[in-house]
């Protein structure tokens, strides 16, 4: 009975999927999906090699320090950094007071301890990075009705991480003179509407945010270091890796040692296991008339004696 | 319970005996998986992932009580307290990627522990209703994974329970309710979100308590093996300690290796980036995808695309219920005599086609749909179900099985590499015994 009513109902199942599957292929071959100006246009991120990479990376101090600086100079003016405090540039290489002169640089929104008015007050080492907007609505009135993301996370919340930051933040094309690797322009009604900027590296060809990093210089290093807008993209991504997992470090660290760890507690595992399971196979092994060397010696009397088997 | 040869408890320390006589915890121990339980002799490694299971429930539930120590379950604060024990807590960032990870690796476990049970026949009498709490237990974990999911309250966390609570608006007239009164509002929220976290909290210790029944239920059996031949006496058997404590042991620490590799290189690779944006009621992302072991049954809804007597929809969701419910009714479906798929030629052939088929649900489920892999998740599906509720009685039926081997000590003499290899073949290394 059970598979009686199995067999009609898998007949049910099996016979719909295989009705959508007719109805979804008539439906494919009548109106095949056209190309549309994203799958032709849109570029996979370009590869970017930084120091925190791999099982035994690490950050590159010196770099994240200049990220930092772009962040600040460049990105801060519309982008927020919530979830990183100024306490935590401690592990960037600053020293207290180094920590306690930046954060002093920038003003924070508190209340008057006195009366309960708002005030901005100079920002401590354990103040948050400020958002450069007051609230979602301001930001968006400020920048034709777009939301500038924030940062803290951004390397994590974008499929292809850093390299894709890297990307988007080199990759502003002009829409007029573009061609794709095929060579083929952008047509006219794939051109960005106003106030929208053509990235191919952006999942819909069309961004929001005008091209930060407009021109080499922009940023005038504290380490001297020449500030191309392809160098300038590169430690601003590489900091954004730290603002993203400042744990790293210590993520890799602490992997290593359990690696090493585990695997000689596997080895010995292991050479335990083949010792105690020795015994369990030398009992297992056939003595007696099972033995090969018997049952041959049976077989060859039995056969002397005429007896069939 | 098990086998009259099981080794009785014997404790030799005066107070171990004081103890026994009052509350004889460590005799269920030493019966349960200690000297006292006897197992047959020719497990192959497939028989290591029920422990193994059983150790990543222990990490869940460890790492997990932590956690929610600094979680905060409100819609405004459930993300940033997820950040908070990223940056701030003591080694929050491991106990975090331990247990995103760990539910992966658990779902790891026990999907090759099932197919391990689909091969060797381990849902046939006597142990049936070890593989029915075996999958009771595999549907409280779906439900405590998909809570745990929208926990971080992301945007995939968001819509994952939009979409999945919205499964139960496909049925007519009581879904649009049960949705409702499920969410404890329209749309999920602070309601919901507190109603998830209470219950991820709460199901992992029924899993451990019908954990606890599923051993018990296979222990007055026993443990089956590679033959699937019943063990017939003491020389089928090894004690469970120190013999298999020791191959469980080595092999716990390979396989933990692996999760360490994925926690502490690679601890976002199986997670969704858009779950670090947080959640969003007004945008929704371009590409809703649950974790990937759900994968193969999103395949499985998203194939519906035709309204056949009933909503596509409809149909989707119940096909998608009943891909894990048809497996409750294994037991009578596949009436074959034998156990072990080593000695059915035909089953097997089509098991490697399931697994096939499975995997590839996956990864159409896991992807974007397009018209194409609709078409590939609609083929996949209607095997799927075709290969339980028609093609399996059907062998049953109609498979001649290979001669079995008269005992599990008989196959074992054929060499180590061939434990479970047919009796009627002559396998090369049978010299070796001698």
Redesign the interface.
């Given at each position: 009975m059970v598979r009686i009513i199995a067999f009609f109902v898998g007949l049910g199942f099996a016979g719909v999927l295989l009705l959508s599957f007719f109805f979804n292929m008539s439906d494919f071959l009548r109106h095949p999906p056209e190309a549309t100006a994203e799958s032709e246009f849109h570029l996979e991120h370009k590869h970017l090699a930084l120091a925190s990479d791999g099982p035994f990376g690490k950050f590159d101090r010196q770099q994240l320090q200049r990220g930092l600086q772009v962040y600040k100079e460049v990105c801060s003016a519309c982008h927020s950094l919530k979830l990183v405090a100024f306490r935590d540039l401690e592990a960037l290489g600053y020293n207290e007071p180094e920590l306690k002169a930046f954060a002093k640089q920038w003003d924070v929104a508190d209340i008057n301890p006195e009366n309960g008015e708002p005030v901005t007050r100079k920002g401590t080492p354990a103040d948050h990075f400020p958002p450069p907007f007051p609230n979602e609505t301001a930001a968006r009135a400020n920048n034709n009705n777009a939301l500038p993301p924030d940062l803290s996370l951004i390397t994590k919340a974008r499929e292809g991480g850093a390299p894709y930051v890297y990307s988007l933040l080199t990759g502003y094309r002009d829409p007029k003179t573009y061609r794709n690797e095929k060579g083929k322009p952008l047509p006219a009604v794939n051109q960005p509407p106003q106030n929208l900027h053509f990235n191919p590296y952006f999942a819909n060809l069309n961004l929001a945010m005008p091209p930060p990093l407009a021109s080499d210089g922009q940023v005038t290093y504290a380490d001297g270091t020449r500030s191309s807008v392809d160098q300038m993209a590169k430690d601003v991504a590489a900091f954004l890796v730290w603002t993203a997992e400042p744990k790293l470090e210590n993520r890799h660290r602490a992997g290593i040692a359990t690696l090493i760890f585990l695997l000689l507690a596997t080895v010995f595992g292991y050479f335990a296991y083949r010792q105690i399971w020795a015994e369990a196979k030398r009992k297992v092994r056939v003595t007696g008339p099972l033995e090969a060397k018997n049952q041959a010696k049976s077989r060859s009397a039995k056969s002397k004696q005429g007896v069939k088997g | 319970m098990s086998f009259h040869w099981a080794k009785p408890y014997e404790p030799k320390h005066p107070l171990a005996r004081w103890l026994d006589e009052r509350l004889p915890l460590p005799r269920l121990v030493y019966g349960a998986i200690g000297g006292g339980y006897p197992v047959p002799?020719n497990l192959n490694y497939f028989w290591n992932f029920g422990v193994l299971a059983g150790f990543f429930l222990m990490i869940q539930i460890v790492t997990g009580i932590v956690l929610a120590m600094n979680y905060f379950s409100s819609v405004d604060g459930a993300f940033?307290s997820v950040?908070h024990i990223?940056?701030d807590v003591n080694a929050g960032?491991?106990l975090r990627?331990a247990h995103s990870n760990g539910a992966s690796f658990f779902f790891v476990a026990v999907y090759i522990h099932i197919f391990r049970g689909l091969y060797y026949g381990s849902y046939k009498a006597p142990r049936e209703l070890v593989w029915m709490l075996g999958l009771v237990i595999y549907l409280l974990m779906m439900a405590t994974a998909f809570m745990g999911y929208v926990l971080p309250w992301g945007q995939m966390s968001y819509w994952g329970a939009q979409v999945i609570t919205g499964f139960f608006s496909a049925f007519p007239v009581v879904g649009e309710p049960m949705r409702v009164f499920l969410l404890g509002g329209y749309a999920p929220d602070q309601a919901a979100l507190t109603r998830f976290f209470s219950l991820h909290y709460l199901l992992p210790f029924v899993i451990a308590g019908v954990t606890i029944l599923h051993i018990w239920a296979l222990h007055i059996p026993g443990s089956g093996n590679p033959t699937g031949v019943d063990v017939k006496d003491e020389?089928d058997t090894?004690p469970f300690h120190?013999?298999y404590t020791?191959?469980d042991?080595?092999f716990a620490?390979?396989f933990?290796?692996v999760y360490?590799?994925f926690?502490?290189?690679l601890?976002?690779s199986l997670g969704h980036?858009?779950n670090?944006?947080p959640a969003n009621p007004m945008a929704t992302p371009?590409h809703i995808v649950p974790e990937w072991y759900f994968w193969p049954f999103y395949a499985i809804l998203r194939?519906?695309?035709?309204d056949?007597i009933l909503p596509?929809k409809l149909?989707g969701v119940l096909?998608m219920f009943?891909s894990i419910l048809?497996l409750f009714?294994l037991t009578?479906?596949d009436?074959s005599p034998v156990r072990s798929g080593h000695y059915r030629p035909i089953f097997k052939r089509f098991f490697w086609l399931l697994v096939i088929d499975v995997v590839l649900l996956g990864w159409m489920g896991g992807s974007a749909a397009?018209?194409?892999r609709?078409?590939i998740s609609?083929?996949a599906?209607?095997?799927y179900?075709?290969h339980?509720?028609?093609i399996l009685?059907l062998i049953a039926k109609f498979e001649k099985p290979l001669p079995l081997p008269n005992s599990i000590?008989e196959s074992?003499?054929h060499g180590?590499k061939q434990e479970s290899a047919p009796a009627g073949s002559t396998p090369r290394a049978?010299?070796t015994?001698?």
């Open positions: - | 002799r940033n950040e990223m940056r960032w491991l990627y020389k090894l120190p013999f020791a191959k042991g080595w620490g390979a933990l290796a360490c590799l926690l502490f290189f601890p976002n980036a858009d670090y944006i371009a194939a519906f695309t035709v056949f596509a149909w096909a009943s048809l009714f009578w479906l009436k397009t018209p194409g609709i078409a609609q083929l599906a209607a095997y179900f075709a339980f509720l028609i009685p000590t074992v003499l180590e049978s010299t015994a001698a």
